[in-house]
């Protein structure tokens, strides 16, 4: 048997990394400033979620939620906490997309309405309900495409306002920042807008945080820059730190029943140990500011580079639109000077890169840049 090729893969096979930097097979060094889709929060391999996760798996790796686990709470506190949701409850999946099909069918449930608001360009995963909400027909297969979903372009207050005062919607689902759109952010009056809209319409505001959220914008959430308070907020990626764990965090007013929503191994023991490592050094290491400086310090020097013809993104989410001639930098970055970096279409590169980089390393990053385009 062989792989179902799927993937379009960089013939690069990592083996080791420690903090932002990379080994592959052959020894070969490389900077990660794309930490596996915005997966690596805190660094690879960083000793204290090493040795969290290893003196949990000497006790216990993994039982049902058929059964008491007081892991799950102490996360659902200690995330309440740091991101200032003390008052929302906490579902625990299993990924973003997971994650982002719960938020989906639990507004359903609260409504009873069926038909959702989701962005253009948007991106929410790839099971049935998330990847109907995203805006890429070439990843939904027959039987994801459905009539429950209408997009509308982002910060585009009047045609939120059109469809939600038809009362057929269950709520409006948008990110943080649209990532794999190539970081475009919503205004925050606009989202300030919609979230009024759904209120006067009884439909739930959405924030899908997946990849924009656990600190990456330079606070914890990315829709906290703009003062609203949605309903439902959906975590993952930089949540574990490389273990797949997702999260939705409900608002009060959102009740639960038994057997509403349920899964197998999410809140597995050793995934919420992971997590908790996470917020931990998240907090111990104060890496929520350290995204702010050192992403505000890459935007501000990136921005004056000819090669690009528009910076964008928040704190260590950041996409670069490269200018006409440089649609080859990100390889180069990659073959030429053992640069991780991510890419959305042709012409944007982004940097997702773990929220403890340094100075030095933003500026190994800005020399580079220097040294291949000037």
């Known amino acids: 048997m062989e792989l179902f090729d799927v993937y379009k893969l960089w013939p690069i096979e990592p083996i080791k990394a420690k903090g ?4 592959d097979k052959d020894g070969a060094e490389y900077t990660d400033l794309y930490g596996g889709h915005a997966v690596i929060s805190i660094g690879h391999c960083h000793p ?18 058929a059964v008491q686990n007081s892991l799950q709470k102490e ?11 003390n008052d929302y409850t906490l579902f625990l999946a299993n990924s973003g997309a997971e994650a982002n099909e719960n938020a989906l069918k639990l507004a359903s449930f609260h409504t009873g309405k069926r038909k959702f608001i989701a962005l253009e360009k948007a991106f929410h995963g790839r099971t049935s309900g998330a990847v109907a909400a995203t805006d890429n027909p070439k990843i939904r297969a027959p039987f994801n495409k459905t009539d429950h979903i ?15 005062s038809t009362g057929e919607y269950a709520g409006v689902i948008i990110e943080g920042i649209q990532g794999v759109a190539g970081i475009f952010e919503p205004q925050k009056e606009y989202l300030q807008e919609v979230s009024s809209l759904c209120k006067k319409h009884s439909a739930l505001l959405i924030l899908d945080e997946v990849q924009s959220g656990y600190g990456r914008t330079g606070k914890f ?14 975590t993952a990626k930089g949540m574990g ?37 996470v917020l931990k050094v998240i907090e111990d290491e104060n890496l929520v500011e350290n995204a702010r400086v050192i992403g505000e310090y890459l935007i501000d020097s990136l921005s004056k580079l000819p090669v690009f013809k528009e910076v964008r993104g928040r704190g260590l989410m950041i996409g670069l639109e490269l ?10 970055l990659l073959f030429e000077e053992h640069i991780f970096t991510g890419g959305a279409g042709a012409n944007v590169i982004r940097l997702l890169p773990p929220l403890n980089i340094t100075k030095e390393v933003a500026d190994h990053f800005i020399n580079t840049i220097k040294k291949l385009t000037e």
């Open 20 to 23: 932002w930097k990379i080994w």
């Open 48 to 65: 204290t979620y090493i040795n969290m996760l290893q003196e949990q798996l000497n006790k216990l790796g993994f039982y049902s939620n």
């Open 75 to 85: 996360l659902a506190a200690k995330l309440g906490e740091v991101s200032g949701y």
């Open 150 to 164: 209408t997009f509308v372009p982002i910060n585009d207050i009047i045609a939120v306002d059109k469809w939600l």
């Open 221 to 234: 959430f990315a829709h906290q820059h703009s003062d609203v308070t949605p309903d439902i907020i959906t």
């Open 241 to 277: 730190n490389g273990f797949p764990i997702g999260g939705v965090l409900i608002a009060p007013h959102i009740k639960p029943s038994y057997g509403m929503l349920g899964t197998t191994f999410g809140g597995n023991h050793l995934a919420c140990t992971a997590a908790l490592a």
């Open 323 to 332: 200018g006409q001639g440089y649609e080859g930098l990100r390889d180069k």
